[in-house]
């Protein structure tokens, strides 16, 4: 099981939100900024204080470093909407460039234990030295706290707060939701404003984003390995009148069940197959990619 070093969100599926606060989903890269973490118990690198959400370091340049504030930061790295490959293409190098120019940290939360400057990372208790921003915080901030102190800090060229509001009634979160989309965003965020951060995927964390379907055309299937060994472990489907194939996943173990011919990938699909070669079936995704692939496609059986 992979470590998870940020606070993970899930699904939004018609849960109590009165009051909660809500931001715009970014499509960047989760980061976490812990200044002073140059040597590190769980990489075996100089660390810049800049992590992935797994604990791996992101080698920004020191300029950029430089901007950020001397506090723990939870966020994002963000270049614009629409901008996710973009943004990947420049932090997951292993050599910061001047390309760094166009990233911006942008910040959502304060993972911090004031007392005592530590985060917990499951294994170590790593100290972050020289943490002073009120006297009068002496436990976890609960996220309403967090984001007044958050929004106290100042602002620059590559670093800004992601702004909070607070849902004055669920029946708006479509229209903010629509509203976001119509700007090319991704969707939304709502967090529990009595909540706190931790290091692990929470119900107080939620992710709200479009839905959209599309019909695809069956071609083939891949076989299953591990648990779905001997069984369906994908199909491979076109969007019709294109040459864009991709995997489908999302089935249930009864719709997995295929005859196998001891081959990693079939387009002869066996008379007892649910889904034959040249069906039509209705698949849902976030949203496609520049190659005009379906994003988090799964079959959708209703």
Not at 194 to 223: C, F, I
Not at 236 to 243: F, H, L
Request: glycine share 8%; proline share 6%; charged share 25%.
């Amino acid at each position: 099981m992979s470590r998870t070093f940020t606070m993970l969100g899930q699904p939004y599926v018609d849960q109590r939100v009165y009051g909660w606060y809500v931001s715009e989903k970014l499509d960047g890269v989760r980061a976490l900024w812990l200044p002073h973490t140059k040597d590190v118990p769980w990489c075996d690198e100089i660390s810049t204080g800049l992590f992935s959400r797994d604990g791996k370091v992101y080698h920004a340049p020191d300029w950029w470093i430089n901007q950020l504030p001397n506090v723990p930061l939870d966020g994002e790295l963000w270049i614009d909407r629409g901008g996710f490959q973009d943004t990947v293409s420049v932090v997951k190098k292993h050599v910061g460039t001047d390309a760094w120019k166009y990233v911006k940290f942008m910040a959502f939360d304060m993972p911090v234990k004031m007392e005592a400057g530590i985060i917990n990372f499951r294994t170590k208790d790593i100290k972050i030295p020289e943490l002073s921003l009120h006297p009068s915080i002496t436990k976890p901030m609960i996220f309403r706290v967090a984001n007044i102190v958050l929004n106290r800090l100042e602002e620059n060229r590559n670093f800004e707060i992601v702004k909070q509001t607070r849902l004055e009634h669920p029946d708006k979160l479509e229209g903010m939701l629509q509203e976001v989309v119509s700007k090319g965003g991704e969707g939304l965020m709502l967090r529990d404003p009595d909540s706190v951060w931790t290091q692990a995927r929470v119900h107080t964390l939620l992710k709200v984003k479009p839905v959209n379907t599309m019909e695809v055309e069956v071609t083939g299937y891949y076989y299953g390995a591990g648990k779905y060994d001997g069984m369906m472990g994908a199909l491979e489907v076109a969007i019709p009148n294109t040459n864009r194939l991709f995997k489908l996943s999302g089935f249930t173990d009864e719709e997995r069940k295929v005859p196998s011919n001891g081959m990693p990938f079939s387009r002869s699909l066996h008379d007892d197959c649910m889904f034959k070669v040249g069906d039509r079936i209705q698949i849902s995704y976030r949203e496609l990619t520049r190659d005009g692939i379906p994003k988090e496609a799964r079959y959708n059986r209703s």
